[in-house]
């Protein structure tokens, strides 16, 4: 575009000149005004019809060529795209709703495919095509969960595969005032680390239920999602994405919420100093190889990417984050030597001692990459809240997340067949399960108290405490 | 569910918290720089806020005992050789006092070519309304009429001179037309369609835009100044005079009870006639008219709207004769007065 376009754009913007809006057809008013009802900021509300109306007439010589019967739905697309792009923590639901409903309409126009080719005009074709480009890339999508493409027409030449050289093993590279480089290429900013409470605690031993001794060593991570305001990766966003994640850091860090914090750009942040316990997982459960541990706090990392949980649709990741987020499990994993079995996503070890229900925080209950991060699918797992505890699970859970994952059912076919086995039924049984869980839980939290104070307890408030 | 996440609830909360707390973070304004006001708004945690001063002044002879005084009761001023200028709210009430007219560093919605000092005043009473930016940068949206016919030269000089001034404050000044901040203001629940009317001290501005989009600007030379000098002159008395008791008490619902009264009322309806003529006219021969779905709503703002029984009057000239388009609402903005300051505030958030 040259200068004076520019200039006549800006113009335009300001209203300081006038261009011709009869483009914008009463069906596309329509559409976007059906949007703008739960836009309460004027502003914002500004920006969604601004961006709306750039958009449709950066299309206004394609939109003539779609089918007159297509046109609203390109103009609800168009508007869902409009809504993805507000900004302010306010608009969060706004823009979770319409990146649901882009994603759906994506799958329909990927299933409608075929009867494109057969009866749609080439101008549909064309447009669908600069749709797509145009559309904003938000989240990353795992290799191993993205959908099958459709068979190429012709044979072509495979592409030979990529073969990287990876170091045998992961040291220290480099480090500096404010961060540290590692062979695998994972680069942490240590500039707001912090040493906290020192990590103590206490673990059950499953089968004669004794407490074991107390141990100082990191043996698991739990991933989270911050839950924060989330804002499309685009230019015009910059300095509100680098606020957001510079506020997020300080917050964290006040709280001491996660050791290690992955910003959208994929920066990783330590927050706590490996040695330390975080708040983040206070009531949550998870046992392997015979150890049960009731307050992850201190025997696991806590990680957690600057993100939303979405039970439905793409990866609530961006690329970067889910590049440092392998990276910074297979650092961590080496380093401290951590079964793969211990890392866990904090949906399915979040757990709510007084209603005796699992899922209370519900980040990560689905859709975590754990094959991406090369470990084992801990969602096909019989969690111990389930199978040692007796938990269940309510409505709200289910409107979360939809259907639990796998790993409860098998638990709850595994106590099922228990309680017949011992002739009861799977309440009185479940209800004696929970019983275990607060002796267990005040032996762990005693133990602990014993040689450090306040260590197991879970705070009253923070990450995980539940 | 919603207490399922309270923690991460909390993190967001701290993150707007902290946002709030950053010092590094400025506050976008929206000046309208009207011939007869300047107004200033800003958002704040609770709303609005809006602050104004009158864009006039009055020089007076200097002595060391007039210095003193205006020094002792905050009268802003500045020397200018052998004159102490007086500026801003209390121009007025030496006007009045010595009986004489104030005089506007703009005239007709642009900077006074006629006033060798306009605009030194003009920025001594912004200064006084507006603080430096926090940040460098900070965007602020300024309020500017349409270019008249044979006037764009002119418009260019103001629009250019005011974003200078704003520049050296510190801000990004962008500016915005007056008729549409109006919209901005005002028509948010109807997506920003409809006419927007700002009905100022030199000029009325129109602007009638879709969707946030303009569609059609214009202004008109008329606006309070002219009633205020009209009916002076019919009357025999300071236009500063009649501004005042316009603003006051001035009702239009209300048969006029003596000579000042019917003047008043006689000039408002040839300044409402003539704002609904050039409307209607302009909206006629427009050939960019939105094909809207359905009737548009006007709302008018501004200073010159404000007396009781305006929006009758415009109603009563709406309705002579058939208007191109259908209209849904004729209303007057809840606060005439800043709705133009409001608008550019939206302006300048969205520019933000």
Known sequence: MDPSAQERRRALEKGLVCEDPRELSPEFARSVEGLTRDIKDPVERLRFLRNSTKTIRQLEDQIP??????????????????????????????????????????????????????????????????????????????????????????????????????????????????????????????????????????????????????????????????????????????????????????????????????????????????????????????????????????????????????????????????????????????????????????????????????????????????????????????????????????DDLAKAIGEPWPGVFKAEAELQKDALKSGQSTDALKQTLTRRFDLWFEEQSQATKSTTSSLITPAPAGPGVN | MDDRKDHLWKVQEGSEQAAAEDPSRGTPLGVDVGTSKIVAARRRTRGTETSMQLNAFIPVPFSRFTETILGQNEIPYFRDGDELIIFGGATERFANMFNVETRRPMADGLLNPKERMGTVVLESIMRGLIPKAKVQGEVLSFSVPAASEGREAELVYHEASLRRFFETLGYRAVAINEGLAVIFSELEDQNFTGIGISCGGGMCNVALAYLSIPSLLFGISKGGDYIDNSVGSVVDEPATRIKTIKEEKLDLTKAPADKLEKALHIYYEDLVESLVDSIRKAVAKADKLPRAHRPLPIVIAGGTAKPKGFKELFERAMKAKPFPVDISEIRVAADPVTATARGALIAALYEK
């Open chain 1, 65 to 394: 060529k779609v089918p007159p019967a297509a046109r609203p739905l390109v103009y609800k697309y168009l508007g869902w795209r409009g809504l993805t792009m507000l900004k302010g923590d306010k608009a969060a639901g706004i823009r979770r709703v319409a990146r649901g409903k882009i994603a759906a309409l994506q799958i329909g126009i990927v299933l409608a495919g075929a009867s494109l080719l057969l009866g749609a005009s080439y101008g549909t074709l064309r447009l669908a095509t600069s749709l797509g480009r145009r559309t904003p890339t938000v989240e990353a999508r795992v290799h191993a969960e993205a959908p099958a493409k459709a068979p190429p027409r012709s044979t072509p030449t495979p592409e030979p595969e990529v073969l990287t050289q990876r170091p045998n093993s992961i040291w220290l590279v480099e480090q500096g005032r404010d961060y540290e480089l590692y062979s695998n290429g994972l680069r942490i900013d240590t500039s707001q680390r912090v040493k906290g409470t020192r990590r103590s605690y206490a673990l059950i031993d499953e089968a004669s239920g004794n407490v074991l001794p107390l141990s100082s060593e990191p043996v698991g991570i739990v991933f989270h999602t911050t839950e924060s305001d989330i804002l499309s990766l685009e230019p015009e966003n910059n300095s509100s994405l680098l606020r957001n994640s510079k506020n997020l850091v300080a917050y964290v860090k006040r709280h001491e919420f996660y050791h290690y914090l992955i910003d959208r750009f994929g920066r990783v942040y330590q927050i706590l100093n490996d040695d330390s316990r975080a708040n983040h997982a206070g009531f949550a459960v998870w046992a392997n190889a015979g150890k049960v541990y009731m307050n992850l706090n201190h025997a696991f990392f806590g990680v957690s990417f600057e993100s939303r949980f979405a039970p439905e649709g793409p990866l609530p990741l961006t690329e970067a984050q889910l590049q440092a987020g392998r990276l910074l499990t297979e650092h961590l994993v080496r380093r401290y030597d951590i079964d793969p079995k211990l890392c866990v996503a904090h949906g399915i070890v979040s757990v709510n001692p007084k209603t005796r229900k699992i899922g209370h925080h519900v980040d990560w209950a689905k859709n975590f990459p754990f094959k991406t991060f090369g470990l084992p699918d801990a969602y096909e797992v019989e969690p111990a809240s389930v199978r040692l505890f007796g938990f269940g699970y309510d």
